[in-house]
């Protein structure tokens, strides 16, 4: 069998109808933007393979630290054990987040993060003897993950409608999506804050936790939100008692400009979750941050007040290393100032495309550009499927979700490759255009 086939008899793919989906590009090599084929083709990764890529792919620096540590000690339990690099990495994440978001709970993927953090937030009000604390509060259009807790609160992406009766119900607020000169965007804001306003009048006090994506939602269609606007639900929140959870697995390290959305917006969440990027895209690793306040509230004498959960691989020491290695890299090569220099590119992209008459919605924060077709689509809408496939043909991994199109690029990303990406945009929207589809028909 040669390896499609191989991987056709065996393997089974995340959100594919393996009925239908054309075959998978076979990837062999990766080096900073690249992706190389079998054949030896070059595909710009220009979503950086799901969020996951900061660096680049293969970085040397990264290399090194992975090499080193295997060498080292590839795992240790973490149940009355410590190792160096949990440590150290724990030390980093605290003096890098703001505020006392001191604590650190190891998990192994976006997913685990947002049920570690459901459960402390749950827990937190039963060890404080406040037991009608049991709600949580999500927005419309949120996507927290794929396991049965980050699904009840990201139910309002509507993916998961199947597992209806697995999921617990919450408290649903409205998202006030914008964009490059939205005009409603005060409207949407004042009814989203009226909405948690109501909320916390009629049962503020039965809320444990309000959870968000801070700034951005990343699988419910790259839909941006304002930083005062973010600021208030804090706020508001806070107020009323209610644990705030900043879901920053997609948005964190340096995504929207700053190194979390926390900064940017300058808020202290009493949970922060952190994944993706938290490895520059090389091990799968999470974690949970708490403040001391909510750590505090788990010490007693008594067993039954801890936290009771855990993973195989909590706080593993090969994905430890490389996550450490990866905050030093933000600070050496000023990965920050390259996200503002993107940004400033993707601006002067958008400012042209805007007035394309396929593009609606123009926006950009950090390395983050965005805009949707005139017309939406389900996930797997005709045009946007088309669109990923021309991408892929012409060396570009841009994948749009529904009707949205985005770019997410390594931090390591060169303007020539830049303007590759921007060149490929403008010709597959012209291509896919005159292909026979409705809305090609419609915009044409
Ligand atoms: C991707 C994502 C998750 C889930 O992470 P996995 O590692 O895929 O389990 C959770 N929240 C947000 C905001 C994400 O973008």
């Avoid at 009925?19 to 079998?38: D, F, I, M, S």
């Avoid at 390594?410 to 590759?420: A, F, G, H, K, N």
Wanted: glycine share 8%; with cysteine; hydrophobic share 40%.
């Amino acid at each position: 069998m040669n390896l499609l086939e191989k991987d056709k008899r065996y393997c089974w793919h995340p959100f594919t109808q393996h009925q239908t989906e054309r075959n998978p590009v076979v990837v062999t090599r990766a080096k900073g933007t690249c992706l190389y084929t079998e054949e030896g083709d070059e595909i710009l990764d220009m979503i950086s393979s799901w969020w996951t890529c900061t660096h680049g792919h293969a970085h040397p620096e990264i290399n090194k630290a992975l090499v080193n540590q295997a060498d080292t000690m590839e795992h240790v339990m973490f149940a009355g054990f410590a190792h160096p690099n949990a440590a150290n990495l724990s030390e980093k994440l605290a003096s890098v987040l703001p505020g006392d978001l001191n604590r650190v709970f190891f998990s192994d993927n976006g997913s685990t993060a947002v049920e570690v953090a459901v459960k402390i937030a749950y827990q937190y009000w039963v060890n404080k003897g406040q037991e009608n604390r049991k709600k949580f509060i999500a927005f419309d259009g949120a996507y927290h993950g794929d396991t049965i807790g980050a699904m009840s609160v990201g139910q309002g992406c509507g993916f998961f409608n199947i597992y209806e009766d697995l999921m617990f119900s919450i408290e649903a607020l409205p998202y006030p999506h914008t964009w490059d000169n939205d005009a409603e965007v005060d409207l949407k804001e004042k009814a989203a804050l009226s909405a948690l306003k109501n909320l916390i009048e009629k049962s503020g006090d039965e809320i444990a936790a309000l959870i968000v994506e801070p700034l951005m939602q990343g699988a419910g269609g790259i839909r941006f939100s304002r930083l005062e606007f973010m600021k208030q639900i804090v706020s508001i929140a806070q107020q009323a008692d209610i644990l705030v959870i900043f879901d920053e697995v997609a948005v964190g390290f340096g995504r929207t400009g700053d190194l979390f959305a926390c900064q940017k917006i300058g808020c202290t969440p009493d949970l922060i979750c952190l994944s993706k990027g938290l490895t520059a895209g090389y091990m799968p690793m999470s974690v949970t941050v708490a403040t001391d306040r909510i750590f505090e509230a788990f010490n007693s004498d008594s067993f039954k007040t801890a936290f009771l959960h855990g993973h195989s691989f909590t706080a593993n020491p090969l994905a430890c290393a490389v996550a450490l290695r990866s905050l030093e890299l933000f600070e050496q090569e000023n990965t920050l100032d390259h996200i503002a220099h993107i940004e400033k590119q993707h601006k002067g992209f958008l400012a042209k495309l805007s007035n394309h008459p396929m593009v609606t919605m123009p926006r950009v924060m950090g390395s983050i550009m965005a805009f949707n077709l005139p017309e939406g689509g389900g996930y797997k809408s005709d045009l946007s499927e088309k669109l990923r496939d021309w991408f892929l043909s012409n060396g570009l991994n841009i994948r749009p979700i529904g009707s949205t199109v985005y770019l997410m690029p390594p931090y390591c990303i060169t303007d020539e490759q830049l303007s590759r990406a921007y060149d490929g945009i403008i010709a597959g929207l012209s291509a896919v255009n005159d292909m026979p589809s409705n809305l090609a028909v419609k915009c044409a």
